[in-house]
């Protein structure tokens, strides 16, 4: 998906900070990307004014309209017509009723990588952390875990930062596995997994936080004590009844998250790397 370049941005206009349209202007720059702008909201002159900023930088642009309760449905046919590579918008906090966010739905319902964004802190020479788990033992977690470092370590390649990893380890428990029994030797298999698998991937992690607790609490401190600018965290995108009632881990992360966050599906590094190496 990425091998097009396009980038689909959302502005709202009731957003103040423009942190979405600085970030993008910064990534379609580099990689040379035309972008789809959809604005959120009637106030035609500040759209114009987005839009010409992305142009006076060398960007082609498409500008299109959208309300707020229809964008989903707007995105759903822009993806399925362009196959744009990154979808970049700021976080949103506000909620839909009591079920979630409108970054949730984003995040359950379209397929490509999703950026977004909460602060304007440029990346450049800071810290790239990939949120992943090597002790999973299912082939497609697996399989994610090797896509979230691969393109954070590649993100960090192109932005002089270093790569760092977190995991959020189970809490000891009494079971028939003794090594699940201690927090010490938890972590400890973690660590030697995490290295074989960096290892296996030839890549070089300068910090790896390893916490106990639940992902959406670990994570979000990990990334505070190792002073992360990007967090590039995998959504297995739960769908349905339980997908509605109790969400996805990358859901429950973002509002807790106080730096940029990029969401990726399994199977996307093989794409998303070779555009940043460019």
Known sequence: MLLSKRIVLVLDQQDQSCLALQRCGLIASRLQSPVTLIWLGDDSEKATEAMAQLEGEGIAVTLLYSVRDKLLKKLAKILSQQSPGLLVKSC????????????GQILRELPCPVLLVKRDELWQDGIVMAAVNPLADDRHQLQLNDDLLQVAAQIALATGSALTAAVACPSAMMGADPVMQSEELIQ?????????????????????????????YW???????LAARLVVIGTRARGGIKGALIGNTAERILPRLDCDILVLRIGLADEVVPVLQQ
């Open 92 to 103: 949103d906090p506000r909620k839909k009723g009591f079920m979630t966010s409108i970054d």
């Open 188 to 216: 400890l298999k973690v660590h030697r997994a995490l290295e074989a698998q960096l290892k296996r991937l030839q890549l070089h992690a300068q910090a790896v936080a390893v916490g106990e607790g639940p992902p959406e």
């Open 219 to 225: 994570i979000p401190q990990a990334a505070t004590q």
